[in-house]
């Protein structure tokens, strides 16, 4: 007997639909509090004004260094000053470096007296060019308006002046020749640099409300001031300072020149302080100077031949460079002003201070 509840149909329920959940809103939830706020993106962030000055350099820096390491190229000017100055100095006497061989050590330490000087004189000028820098930004931050309109004429004048007094240096011989040594390079040095920095003083100095445009109110406001395009600029900077550069080496060439000839000019003057060197020769030397001293000490000697009167001027490769020394600057009764000749075994050497 079926039970009557057990015959009707249980009805199923139907499954309910999920509930869809709305998106919720693209906003970033609010921090907890006590907690740190999250940092911004590196992206968004504006670099500080230190921050690209820094970078400008960097880059510069690296460009200067794909040309070579600068104090690579520094020492390699100073050493090339020197074997400048040494060379001129041994010339004075008639003995060409190409003819004494001495070695690279030896040529380092006859230049290195002149090697300091230019390198107190480089170091001197870049200390100037930096303060003029210093006192050009302060005049142009400050109220004097006058004053700096001035200086401006003024370092225009002098650099256009001194390009000149270079490029007619340049390109007339008879210049150089009669001109104090070094006046040319310094000239072509000094003047292009300056005019390509006035030409960027120009621009600061109008940017910043001063010069001929600030007289006019309505003009000034309205019609921006004349600058060349940033690539004729850069360009206009570049070839300054090539012509700077290569004006500084120059005049770096011309003093290590001459102070060369005055460092032997000096050597001249003091051969009698140097100690006198005494030759003893097994045979007669051949085209011996007729001023020197000449003794025959006798067949019983070995060494019978003795010569005196020569100061020692250097000794390369087992030859001394001998100088009378009766010789003097531009004496013209001197048959010779250097005698050079090998010692070995059959000569020997006897040195006397004085």
């Known amino acids: 007997m079926r039970l009557p509840f057990l015959s009707r149909r249980r009805k ?50 690296q460009t200067l260094g794909t040309l070579g390491p600068p104090t690579t190229i520094i020492t390699v000017v ?3 000053c020197g074997y400048v100055a040494t060379w001129q100095r041994f010339r004075y006497f008639g003995v060409y470096l190409e003819l004494a061989d001495l070695p690279n050590q030896d040529l380092i330490f006859y230049g290195v007296e002149t090697v300091y000087p230019i390198a107190a004189i480089l170091l001197l000028a870049v200390f100037a060019v930096l303060l003029l820098h210093l006192g050009v930004r302060t005049l142009l931050a400050s109220p004097l308006r006058r004053t700096t309109s001035a200086l ?45 920095y006035v030409l960027w003083l120009r621009r600061e100095f109008a940017a910043r409300g001063g010069g001929a445009a600030s007289a006019s109110v309505s003009a000034s406001a309205e019609t921006p001031a004349v600058s060349p395009p940033p690539t004729v600029e850069l360009g206009i900077r570049l070839a300054a300072a090539g012509v700077g550069v290569v004006g500084l080496f120059w005049s770096a060439n011309t003093f290590a020149a001459e102070a060369g000839l005055a460092r032997g000019y000096e050597d001249a003057l003091e051969l009698s302080r140097r100690p006198e060197v005494v ?17 025959d000490l006798g067949e019983e000697v070995t060494h019978r031949h003795r010569y005196r009167g020569f100061r020692l001027l250097l000794e390369s490769r087992d030859r001394l460079f001998l100088v009378p020394l009766t010789w003097r600057p531009g004496d013209r009764s001197a048959t010779v002003s250097t005698f050079v000749i090998s010692y070995g075994s059959n000569v020997r050497l006897q040195l006397l201070p004085q």
């Open 279 to 295: 030759l003893y020769a097994k045979e007669p030397l051949p085209d011996v100077p007729p001023i020197t001293d000449y003794t």
């Open 78 to 80: 100073l050493i090339w």
């Open 152 to 196: 401006v004429w003024v370092l225009t004048l002098t650099g256009a002046a001194v390009m000149v007094r270079g490029l007619v240096g340049l390109f007339v011989p008879e210049v150089p020749r009669a001109e104090v040594p070094g006046t040319t390079p310094l000239s072509l040095a000094l003047g292009a640099p300056l005019l390509a």
């Open 12 to 61: 199923r329920r139907s499954p309910t639909p999920p509930q869809t959940v709305r998106d919720a809103p693209a906003t970033a939830p609010a921090p907890a509090p006590g907690s740190e706020p999250e940092p911004e993106p590196e992206a968004s962030r504006e670099p500080s004004p230190e921050a690209s000055t820094e970078s400008k350099w960097n880059s510069r820096l």
